[in-house]
């Protein structure tokens, strides 16, 4: 009986350690937490956990992949874009007819300036503006001089109707031309036009002869040819036959 009470006597201070060393322990992390840097801390490791994560996950695909044609053949999307564009150009001239310069003989003038294309160099970029007022803008056609200043005769470089006839403060006279699918050409700087608005023309028909613009006096006589695809104008050397 007496060992009995003895060991009761011992377990007592064991249980009563146990439950202080709790207790010491809760108020411990009462303590950790009521720090005020010990949220904030908290939050921003469990935000870059998080980020590491999606980071991992976005980083197992392949944002290079290629896309695949019918005959499950790789295909690159620039090729395919390019490829596109060639097409389009060939299938936008209703008529069938390959389009020309607007002029008899392209090699005995000199294309003055050229149409402004984005993937041209810098050199040639910079040669492709005009100045307007005080500003500079890009060219949107292809200026043909005469090296000797003299004058020539402005052909349609596809048949057509004409849609326009008119004359611009700065631009001078100008006829334009449509040719079906949103194809348009345009000429401006003309003198001598021969042509009416609802005529029928065929190809290389005398439609005028090269002017002059207040635009691009310092040219003197000259023609500003473009070409204009849904209202939008575009390079006309991509529509010449090579």
């Known amino acids: 009986m007496n060992e009995q009470n003895q060991n009761k006597k011992q377990e007592t201070p064991k249980n009563s350690l146990g439950g202080a060393s709790a207790a010491n322990s809760s108020s411990g992390l009462k303590k950790l937490f009521a720090k005020r840097w010990v949220s904030p801390a908290i939050f921003m490791a469990a935000a870059a956990i998080i980020v590491t ?3 991992i996950y976005q980083g197992s695909g392949d944002p290079d992949k290629a ?9 690159v999307t620039q090729g395919n874009e390019e490829a596109g564009k060639e097409e389009d150009v060939v299938d936008v001239i209703a008529s069938g007819e390959k389009m020309q310069w607007p002029v008899a003989d392209s090699a005995a003038l000199q294309k003055e300036t050229l149409y402004y294309d984005e993937e041209a160099s810098e050199a040639e ?3 492709a503006l005009i100045q307007v007022g005080t500003t500079y803008t890009a060219h949107t056609g292809i200026d043909f001089v005469d090296p000797n200043g003299a004058t020539f005769d402005v052909m349609a ?17 100008i006829v334009e031309i449509s040719h079906g ?3 348009v050409t345009v000429y401006q700087s003309l003198a001598d036009v021969q042509v009416e608005e609802g005529d029928e023309v065929e190809q290389n028909t005398v439609i005028a002869k090269a002017g002059r613009s207040d635009l691009e006096r310092d040219q003197a006589v000259h023609l500003h040819f473009e070409t204009r695809l849904n209202g939008e104008a575009v ?8």
């Not at 896309?67 to 295909?75: H, K, L, R, V």
């Not at 470089?157 to 006279?173: D, E, F, I, R, Y």
């Open 53 to 55: 994560l999606m980071w």
């Open 67 to 75: 896309t695949m044609g019918p005959d499950n053949s790789t295909e």
């Open 125 to 127: 970029k910079e040669a």
């Open 157 to 173: 470089a596809l048949s057509g109707k004409v849609t326009l006839v008119s004359q611009h403060p700065t631009n001078g006279n």
């Open 181 to 183: 699918n949103g194809l």
């Open 235 to 242: 390079n006309p050397a991509d529509y010449i036959t090579k």
